[in-house]
């Protein structure tokens, strides 16, 4: 039988589970019935919140109160890492997730009309690894030009005297660059840190958050780049710390979320990588074994872009 919902909340919040701290954010977004009217929709929203998720153990936290997309989170992971921002090599990956940032009348809107369809420009994985470059076209190579934040922070978490700084801070908000970009970042810094001279964690702040949709694809997605990087630099992943800003759910995902928390989770999956290339571009989704996922029926939401 079905518990009612306020049942629910209490029976949740006696059983220790990493997912319930999502499932209780929208519990309080719900609950605060904050409306706003923003750039593609209404939403009800909050402002601030925090979520931790163990990643020890190999432990990968996927939603399980409904199917995550694993397989296109960690496709497009991969093509952050290596610098990409041509959304044909995505499609090329049966991936879609950009194709409405990336349409000659999505990219006009944004005064990048120089751009030929489905060049993204200087997003996420450009920051990463090429910060602040010139940009010209997704086709450039811009092999040793801008900053390499995340060759930098391998470089300093495989040297066991640079590995406890405090500095090991990735951005991809650059002010400069804001403009050529066909979506500014949503999640816009994260930081890692080392405890216990081998456990490896990341913090995340992410300034927006589709709760319903994008929100369960980021938390799968740095948490994939903690066991990663973990991976590739002989450390342990131990935690995956996530801060939100606006954290917004579109009012057409309200029905299906009141859904989802009704539903009791499942114990996460595990994840192993297997090999350990000397660039961390060399890693393909074949590298990634994912054990027993187990989860709930689907929930269909309507992506916005």
Not at 259 to 278: D, G, V, W
Request: glycine letters at 4%.
């Amino acid at each position: 039988m079905l518990k009612t919902s306020l049942e629910h909340i209490k029976y949740r919040n006696n059983i220790k589970h990493d997912e319930n701290q999502y499932l209780n954010l929208i519990d309080d977004i719900l609950k605060e019935n904050d409306e706003f009217i923003g750039r593609n929709g209404k939403t009800l929203a909050v402002f601030g919140s925090a979520m931790h998720f163990s990643l020890e153990n190999n432990i990968i936290p996927f939603l399980t109160t409904k199917k995550l997309a694993w397989k296109t989170c960690l496709k497009e992971l991969l093509w952050f890492i290596k610098g990409q921002t041509s959304n044909n090599i995505l499609n090329n990956q049966k991936v879609n997730i950009w194709n409405g940032n990336s349409t000659r009348e999505y990219l006009d809107s944004r005064g990048l009309s120089h751009y030929k369809e489905n060049d993204l420009g200087p997003i996420y994985g450009f920051q990463w690894r090429h910060f602040n470059a010139e940009y010209n076209d997704c086709d450039t190579d811009y092999s040793n030009k801008g900053i390499d934040q995340l060759a930098s922070i391998i470089e300093q978490l495989k040297n066991p005297e640079t590995r406890n700084s405090r500095r090991l801070i990735m951005t991809a908000w650059n002010p400069c660059q804001l403009n050529e970009m066909a979506l500014p970042p949503c999640h816009i810094l994260c930081q890692f840190n080392v405890s216990k001279n081998n456990k490896l964690s990341c913090s995340l702040y992410q300034r927006s958050g589709d709760v319903g949709l994008g929100v369960p694809f980021n938390i799968a997605s740095y948490s994939f780049l903690t066991h990663l990087i973990a991976h590739h630099t002989g450390l342990i992943a131990h935690e995956f710390v996530y801060y939100l800003g606006n954290a917004h759910i579109y009012d057409d995902h309200i029905e299906g979320l009141k859904t989802q928390i009704e539903r009791q989770p499942y114990t996460f999956p595990k994840l192993t990588i297997a090999n350990n290339y000397n660039s961390i571009e060399d890693y393909t989704i074949n590298d990634f074994n994912i054990e027993n996922y187990e989860f709930h029926e689907n929930i269909n939401l309507l992506m916005r872009q």
